[in-house]
């Protein structure tokens, strides 16, 4: 069973605008930090971009730390199949990543319209922490951030790497 106090989820732009190796090494020490805080399971959506990077950088750790899970939820099977923009690489690095996940969850079989809001709250909502890679307010990162601003989690943005608590007002 998996525990929300120790669980985070990743959420983040397709498009990487930084230097892939520098928002690496960014998410690594976040994720190595809240390992060392206690987080075992982290949550990524299987996208192309940011959460495929997330996923890379759980299984590196995971070499050290054995004890932590990357945990898919992925909106339906096989996504890049859908998606526009997936490149050979990153269909490879999807594969590879389904095969070394400690659990994958799919929220629906096929696609449908708002599967992947659904996924994004599945994400969020079993996790009490959540990692973004967030340079724009718009899109399903943004609506992502926002629902768990709003279920209270604590968001880290990987541009800043500052751990923020947001409080909404009713």
């Not at 930090?33 to 990077?53: M, P």
């Not at 923009?85 to 994958?104: D, F, L, T």
Request: hydrophobic fraction near 35%; proline fraction near 1%.
């Amino acid at each position: 069973m998996i525990c929300r106090e120790k669980t985070a989820c990743f959420t983040g732009h397709r498009e990487i605008k930084e230097n892939y190796n520098v928002l690496f090494l960014k998410v690594y020490s976040i994720v190595e930090n809240l390992i060392k805080k206690g987080y075992l399971y982290f949550g990524s959506g299987g996208a192309r971009g940011f959460d495929i990077l997330a996923s890379e950088v759980v299984l590196k750790l995971k070499k050290k730390y054995p004890n932590i899970h990357l945990i898919l939820v992925l909106p339906f099977f096989n996504q890049y199949e859908k998606e526009k923009g997936w490149s050979r690489e990153e269909i490879y690095k999807y594969k590879n990543i389904k095969e070394k996940a400690s659990k994958i969850v799919y929220t629906q079989k096929t696609y449908s319209s708002g599967c992947y809001f659904k996924r994004n709250r599945h994400l969020v909502d079993f996790s009490s922490v959540c990692i973004c890679y967030m340079h724009k307010m718009s899109g399903g990162t943004a609506y992502t951030v926002w629902y768990a601003i709003s279920k209270g989690l604590i968001i880290i943005n990987c541009l800043n790497s500052e751990y923020k608590r947001f409080i909404l007002n009713a």
